[in-house]
């Protein structure tokens, strides 16, 4: 596990000597070819690392644990891994990047590594594997109706939620019917109500019962209206001539 310091201090001796050629006479295939093939050792160092189950030793090390993470989440898609299979080097004032080829069972992939030209220590570790332009589009269709479906959903939770609130509103109006109903039905059997409804009913036929009395007794030729009561007046449904 140790190698891949070791390789790391090679790499940053490369680095300066190359810094030094590109100063007098720009990097050679010589140098490029060397950048790779410590980029190939690098790659093959993170498999044994990650095989061995000691990603963990890395966590002070940002740079070399987010690349051994992201190494090993790719070879689930990678398959077995079946070694480097060249790559390219470019060297700036800045930086150094290694691109090396990565052959696998299921998927090829390529290994990003960025190096810092100041210091020599990683600046990042990528690894981007080679997938067909069917499953491309297989996973930007998958992408595209999950975010639909995401939002579908959201959509139909706040339609019931206000679904709800409608619910709510109806069964508060459907109790408070029964509490109007009960206190009307207080008010009409009160007894003090009933009685002056009575009351006012019989003032309102007093005159009426008392001329059909003075007319019924004047038709009899009875002076007064001792002899007969009138106890109920109909509204009679015939016509005048019918009673005629």
Same mark, same amino acid.
């Given at each position: 596990?140790?190698?891949?310091?070791?390789?790391?201090?090679?790499?940053?001796?490369?680095?300066?000597?190359?810094?030094?050629?590109?100063? %007098?006479?720009?990097?050679?295939?010589?140098?490029?070819?060397?950048?790779? #093939?410590?980029?190939?050792?690098?790659?093959?160092?993170?498999?044994?690392?990650?095989?061995?189950?000691?990603?963990? #030793?890395?966590?002070? #090390?940002? %740079? =070399?644990?987010?690349? $051994?993470?992201?190494?090993?989440?790719?070879? !689930?898609?990678?398959?077995?891994?079946?070694?480097? !299979?060249?790559?390219?080097?470019?060297?700036?004032?800045?930086?150094?990047?290694? &691109?090396? !080829?990565?052959?696998?069972?299921?998927?090829?992939?390529?290994? %990003?590594?960025?190096?810092?030209?100041?210091?020599?220590?990683?600046?990042? =570790?990528?690894?981007?594997?080679?997938?067909? $332009?069917?499953?491309?589009?297989? /996973?930007?269709?998958?992408?595209?109706? =999950?975010?639909?479906?995401?939002?579908?959903?959201?959509?139909?939770?706040?339609?019931?939620? =206000?679904?709800?609130?409608?619910?709510?509103? /109806?069964?508060? &109006?459907?109790?408070?019917?029964?509490?109007?109903?009960?206190?009307?039905?207080?008010?009409?059997?009160?007894?003090?109500? &009933? *009685?002056?409804? *009575? /009351?006012?009913?019989?003032?309102?036929?007093?005159?009426?019962?008392?001329?059909?009395?003075?007319?019924?007794?004047?038709?009899?030729?009875?002076?007064? &209206?001792?002899?007969?009561?009138?106890?109920?007046?109909?509204?009679? !449904?015939?016509? /005048?001539?019918?009673?005629?």
């Amino acid at each position: 596990m140790k190698k891949l310091f070791a390789i790391l201090g090679v790499i940053t001796c490369m680095i300066g000597l190359c810094a030094c050629g590109q100063e %007098e006479a720009g990097t050679g295939d010589a140098n490029t070819e060397s950048m790779v #093939q410590f980029g190939e050792t690098t790659v093959q160092q993170m498999d044994e690392i990650v095989k061995q189950g000691a990603i963990e #030793q890395y966590e002070s #090390q940002p %740079e =070399i644990y987010a690349g $051994l993470l992201g190494w090993q989440d790719a070879l !689930n898609d990678i398959g077995t891994f079946e070694g480097p !299979n060249g790559g390219t080097a470019v060297v700036t004032d800045e930086e150094m990047i290694v &691109t090396v !080829n990565v052959l696998g069972s299921s998927h090829n992939a390529t290994v %990003e590594i960025v190096f810092d030209a100041t210091t020599g220590g990683y600046a990042g =570790i990528t690894t981007n594997v080679a997938y067909s $332009l069917g499953e491309i589009m297989i /996973k930007a269709a998958m992408n595209t109706v =999950i975010g639909m479906g995401t939002v579908f959903a959201v959509l139909i939770l706040i339609s019931l939620i =206000i679904s709800c609130f409608t619910l709510v509103s /109806k069964l508060e &109006t459907n109790k408070q019917k029964p509490a109007a109903s009960a206190s009307a039905g207080s008010v009409q059997s009160d007894p003090v109500v &009933t *009685q002056i409804a *009575q /009351k006012e009913e019989l003032s309102d036929d007093t005159e009426l019962v008392a001329v059909i009395a003075a007319a019924i007794a004047a038709y009899e030729g009875s002076g007064s &209206t001792d002899g007969f009561v009138v106890r109920s007046i109909r509204k009679s !449904n015939k016509s /005048k001539w019918q009673n005629a």
